[in-house]
């Protein structure tokens, strides 16, 4: 059996995991990650594209922004496309200036891999059988590593492993509460390398379900259908999706749609999911570990970086200040953000997509929620605030650093 003792244990390596990797390093805090699947396969990823100001600031505190700055493409708008109009909402007019950037989680994973490479930094890829113990008094977790047994002892664990993970699952039951609503529908997605319809991201709420307009670069596109829980990849045709896609668009968006050969293709349930509380003895869950969000607004990986954002600085304060004060707050302060970002997510999921349970009238009355808020500056501006991601007050590590 390998013993191998260190500060922090991440297990799981995908942007949470790295960016919490990648901060605690920044700070001169010893970790490993472990991670179940090969690096390969986890570059190779394709999920989210929308990064909020809050997460960029990150991702530039933890020193990988050079890519980010160089190809991200800063937007300060999104169109809403419904009854055939589309309309624009003005993120930065609406919010004093803040906007998203349009770059992609494939990106961001292989930015903060490299630099924890470029850093000699200890990773167990393709670490067999993970499983976590005695989180409450003195951590470990054993895992089979290039057949050998391992063995690691930490003062703390931090659960990155996502929804599927094993450290959610190794907490007892009593110890904690889930929530979960999932959606009877799911998001087919495309990825092709063909120009983007348009500039900016079009949310389209239509008749024949919910369709969204995106891209990973000016040559690269990203596009989504609203799809049923039963329905299978295997029943779209590159030229059935594209032809569905134009069923959703206006004229002018039908007409210019370029279209080309997907090089990816995959459904994606919908569920909104949380975890109560996301700290358990030495134990933190951070990002899809402890909670899910609908991708409709954009808030998965935003939520993974600020939870990290959280423990990265609790973590720091314990270990240079000696205070224990942000791991005892961690739990609450990501949960108040968490449920602000589960909201929304639900509501323009509600808002936006087509549901068969739906009666005559409840449709109208999203028709009628939907022409308030496209028609109001202060229901532009919740949407807005909401999209371009709510403030989180946490110490950097330069604050730290100043103190000692
Ligand atoms: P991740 O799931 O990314 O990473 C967890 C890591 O832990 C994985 O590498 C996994 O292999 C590893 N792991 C799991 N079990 C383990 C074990 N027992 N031992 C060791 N390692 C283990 N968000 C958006 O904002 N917009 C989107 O469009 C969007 N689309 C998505 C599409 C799909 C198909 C999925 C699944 C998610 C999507 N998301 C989207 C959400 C997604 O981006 C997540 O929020 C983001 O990946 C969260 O990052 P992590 O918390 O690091 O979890
Ligand atoms: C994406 O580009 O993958 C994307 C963008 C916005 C969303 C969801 C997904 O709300």
Known sequence: MEIVKTKVAIIGSGPAGLLLGQLLYKAGIDHVIVEQRSADYVSSRIRA??????????????????NLKAHGLPHSGIEILTQGQKHRLDLAALTGGKQVTVYGQTEVTKDLMHAREQAGLSSY????????????????????????PYQIE?????????????????????????????????????????????????????????????????????????VPLTDHVDNWSDEQFWDELKNRLDPESREKLI????????IAPLRSFV????????????????????PTGAKGLNLAASDIAYLSSALIQYYLDGSEQGINEYSEKCLQ???KAERFSWWMTHLLHRFETESEFDHKIKQAELSYILGSLAGQTTLAENYVGLPYEIKHLSEFQQAS
């Open 275 to 294: 975890t109560e509380p996301m700290r358990f003895g030495k134990l933190f869950l951070a990002g899809d570990a402890a909670h899910i969000v609908p």
């Open 337 to 339: 953000r968490v449920w």
């Open 154 to 226: 930490c003062d703390f664990i931090a659960g990155c492993d996502g929804f599927h993970g094993v450290c959610r699952a190794s907490v007892p039951e009593d110890k904690i509460k889930t929530f979960e609503k999932v959606y009877p529908f799911g998001w087919l997605g495309v990825l092709a390398d063909v120009p983007p319809v348009a500039d900016e991201l079009i949310y389209v709420q239509s008749e024949r379900g919910f369709a969204l307009c995106s891209m990973r670069s000016e040559t690269r596109s990203r596009y989504y259908l609203q």
């Open 125 to 148: 890829y393709e670490a067999h059988n993970v499983q976590i113990d005695d989180f409450y008094t003195q951590p470990k977790v054993t895992f089979q590593y290039q057949n050998q």
């Open 49 to 66: 594209g929308i990064l909020e100001q809050v997460s960029v600031d990150l991702l530039t505190e933890a020193g990988v922004d050079e």
């Open 259 to 266: 279209t080309g050969p997907s090089i990816e293709k995959s």
